[in-house]
């Protein structure tokens, strides 16, 4: 059995919206660069795998910071909802089913990282995140069949001690000073450990799987109902503009001669991983999942309106793997001029039309698309096929 209409384009539409702008930060525009589904089962996987690299490097346009670090933790938040739309919506698994749910996601989570490393070996700008993405479900794991309030205990314990312990690891106590990490390795601060996505990558795991279990309590929710749509918009402007607004005023407070670690822990800037940059993200972010649920309500001649003209968007959404996996392709195909040096946003226009009207093109006639079917296969081959629900 489907998810709910409502639910399904939830994960769509949500998904496009985030790749189209993930795509336009590491497909051109200015010299934006990279520096990093399916309803139902295979909507875990496809919602993580379009999350890319959306930071900037040269000469950025300027409407790039409303995305800016914002995407990729939309997408994480969106791996935790379809994570709990694809097992037991809002009653969590248990038993056998817990069992099944867990090596599901396991088996996704290792054609992840497969096709994460294929991508990463292209060569390309774009700091691939799908090997993050895999360390992430890896951690999701005990919580598959966690309740609404061990979820929430979850995500403010990872979005609190996983910035902090890593923080005090990376970040020098003084200027001049080096890491203990540093001291410890013999590398150069910022350290970067090779193949970690744990800690010290690009999209540190620990710190993203906040993202990934508030997502999980969001897909846990009635998501039909309206007053839960509201809800997510109010609240998530709420944290969204107190984390911001915190961390300015903290900085300000600081003064010029704060400390390398303090100036990290009171930021909010985008891609500092911060506390306070994972609580604003997390409020922007369950705006836009609230925002896309209240346009597409079915119920509504509106909502069915905006269903049918969001459709090439919540078909690139359905399929964001694919999508995802062959614009870094058509990357490497083109050659980094198109990352690094664009002349104009044609180059951006190009990979939206193309993915939106791929995308639709597929899904109309073919379905699932090509990865997404790889990893229903890998799943099935491994577990056998999806008892009937």
Same mark, same amino acid.
């Given at each position: 059995?489907?998810?709910?209409?409502?639910?399904?384009?939830?994960?769509?539409?949500? +998904?496009?919206?985030?790749?189209?702008?993930?795509?336009?930060? !590491?497909?051109?525009?200015?010299?934006? @660069?990279? +520096?990093?589904?399916? #309803?139902?089962?295979?909507? @875990?996987?496809?919602?993580?795998?379009?999350?890319? *690299?959306?930071?900037?490097?040269?000469?950025?346009?300027?409407?790039?910071?409303?995305?800016?670090?914002?995407?990729?933790?939309?997408?994480?938040?969106?791996?935790?909802?379809?994570?709990?739309? $694809? +097992?037991?919506?809002?009653? #969590?698994?248990?038993?056998?089913?817990? *069992?099944?749910?867990?090596?599901?996601?396991?088996?996704?989570?290792?054609?992840?990282?497969?096709?994460?490393?294929?991508?990463?070996?292209?060569?390309?700008?774009?700091?691939?995140?799908?090997?993050?993405?895999?360390?992430?479900?890896?951690?999701?794991?005990?919580?598959?069949?966690?309740?609404?309030?061990?979820?929430?205990?979850?995500?403010?314990?990872?979005?609190?001690?996983?910035?902090?312990?890593?923080?005090?690891?990376?970040?020098?106590?003084?200027?001049?000073?080096?890491?203990?990490?540093?001291?410890?390795?013999?590398?150069?601060?910022?350290?970067?450990?090779?193949?970690?996505?744990?800690? *010290?990558?690009?999209?540190?795991?620990?710190?993203?799987? @906040?993202?990934?279990?508030?997502?999980?309590?969001?897909?846990?929710?009635?998501?039909?109902?309206?007053?839960?749509?509201?809800?997510?918009?109010?609240?998530?402007?709420?944290?969204?503009?107190? !984390?911001?607004?915190?961390?300015?005023?903290?900085?300000?407070?600081?003064?010029?001669? !704060?400390?390398?670690?303090?100036?990290?822990? $009171?930021?909010? $800037?985008?891609?500092?991983?911060?506390?306070?940059?994972?609580?604003?993200?997390?409020?922007?972010?369950?705006?836009?999942?609230?925002?896309?649920?209240?346009?597409?309500?079915?119920?509504? &001649?509106?909502?069915?309106?905006?269903?049918?003209?969001?459709?090439?968007?919540?078909?690139?959404? @359905?399929?964001?793997?694919?999508?995802?996996?062959?614009?870094?392709? $058509?990357?490497?195909?083109?050659?980094?001029?198109?990352?690094?040096?664009?002349?104009? +946003?044609?180059?951006?226009?190009?990979?939206?039309?193309?993915?939106?009207?791929?995308?639709?093109?597929?899904?109309?006639?073919?379905?699932?698309?090509?990865?997404?079917?790889?990893?229903?296969?890998?799943?099935?081959?491994?577990?056998?096929? &999806?008892?009937?629900?």
């Amino acid at each position: 059995m489907r998810p709910p209409l409502t639910r399904r384009l939830l994960a769509c539409v949500s +998904n496009g919206l985030a790749l189209l702008v993930l795509t336009a930060c !590491a497909a051109g525009g200015g010299g934006a @660069a990279g +520096n990093a589904g399916e #309803p139902a089962g295979e909507a @875990a996987t496809a919602s993580t795998a379009a999350a890319t *690299t959306d930071r900037a490097a040269g000469t950025t346009p300027e409407w790039f910071v409303v995305a800016d670090g914002r995407s990729a933790a939309l997408f994480a938040l969106l791996a935790g909802v379809s994570l709990a739309l $694809a +097992n037991g919506r809002q009653v #969590p698994p248990s038993g056998l089913a817990l *069992t099944r749910a867990r090596l599901a996601t396991l088996v996704r989570a290792g054609v992840l990282l497969v096709i994460g490393v294929v991508l990463v070996l292209l060569g390309t700008p774009v700091l691939v995140i799908l090997p993050a993405y895999a360390a992430m479900f890896v951690l999701a794991l005990p919580f598959l069949g966690a309740d609404r309030r061990s979820l929430l205990l979850g995500a403010v314990t990872a979005a609190v001690v996983s910035p902090a312990v890593i923080f005090l690891l990376t970040t020098p106590l003084e200027r001049g000073g080096a890491s203990v990490a540093a001291r410890l390795t013999g590398m150069a601060d910022p350290v970067e450990l090779p193949m970690d996505e744990f800690a *010290t990558g690009a999209y540190p795991a620990l710190i993203f799987l @906040a993202y990934v279990l508030l997502g999980m309590l969001v897909g846990r929710s009635n998501l039909g109902s309206v007053r839960v749509q509201l809800a997510l918009v109010g609240s998530g402007t709420v944290l969204a503009a107190a !984390a911001w607004g915190t961390s300015r005023l903290v900085l300000d407070a600081l003064g010029p001669d !704060a400390s390398p670690l303090m100036v990290r822990l $009171a930021s909010a $800037a985008a891609h500092d991983d911060s506390t306070l940059e994972v609580v604003g993200n997390c409020g922007t972010s369950i705006a836009v999942v609230g925002v896309c649920l209240l346009l597409t309500g079915p119920g509504t &001649a509106a909502g069915r309106a905006a269903s049918a003209v969001l459709s090439p968007v919540a078909a690139a959404g @359905a399929a964001t793997l694919s999508v995802y996996s062959f614009h870094i392709v $058509a990357i490497s195909v083109l050659g980094n001029a198109v990352v690094w040096y664009p002349e104009s +946003n044609a180059v951006l226009v190009w990979f939206i039309v193309v993915a939106l009207a791929g995308a639709w093109l597929w899904r109309r006639f073919l379905g699932r698309g090509p990865l997404e079917r790889l990893v229903y296969s890998a799943v099935a081959a491994v577990l056998g096929p &999806a008892p009937a629900r």
